[in-house]
């Protein structure tokens, strides 16, 4: 078959792929520093290794990209090519990230998922908005899950039972 990503498309892929220390995650980082939040990256023995763990909170926080995830908005678009391909592998992820919630959840971490069209993209909310939202799930120990997403209509919450917060 034809690959007929170009190579923008596939770098951009590639970058979902890899996962980790994407642009997104670093801008919020550098942010809840700079406010003083301290966490540890990528903890490995947790479930899901999120992407920053809050021990004096019991918080940890997942940066999602909306390809790699399968966020129905507006970053989110079906490759040209292999979409097979692409949808089983993105379902897999989805139903991951499900297990990982909820197993996290149950060993008593609270968990907020900050999805990439927050922080980036035409429908994303200004960044002293998120991270006021980030630092309110953080200090105020009371959800147990709550995800951060873009302004778009509609959109889907890709994960249920927990608060979702639009931001406008
Ligand atoms: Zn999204």
Redesign the pocket.
């Given at each position: 078959m034809a690959d007929v990503l170009t190579r923008e498309q596939r770098r951009h892929n590639m970058q979902r792929v890899r996962g980790r220390n994407t642009k997104p995650e670093m801008l919020l980082r550098r942010g809840l520093h700079a406010r003083g939040f301290r966490y540890r990256l990528h903890r490995r023995g947790l479930p899901g290794r999120p992407d920053l763990v809050f021990p004096k909170h019991h918080a940890v926080i997942f940066v999602h990209g909306?390809f790699w995830h399968g966020?129905d908005?507006p970053?989110?678009k079906w490759p040209a090519t292999r979409q097979e391909f692409w949808s089983e592998k993105i379902e897999r992820n989805r139903a991951r990230d499900r297990r990982v919630i909820e197993a996290l959840k149950e060993s008593g971490w609270r968990v907020l998922v900050v999805?990439?069209?927050a922080l980036r993209g035409p429908k994303r909310s200004p960044f002293d908005e998120i991270l006021e939202d980030v630092a309110t799930f953080l200090t105020g120990r009371q959800e147990s899950f709550q995800e951060l997403?873009?302004a778009s209509e509609p959109i889907r919450a890709a994960f249920r039972g927990g608060a979702a917060i639009r931001r406008g």
């Open positions: 909306c966020h908005c970053l989110f999805w990439e069209c997403f873009c």
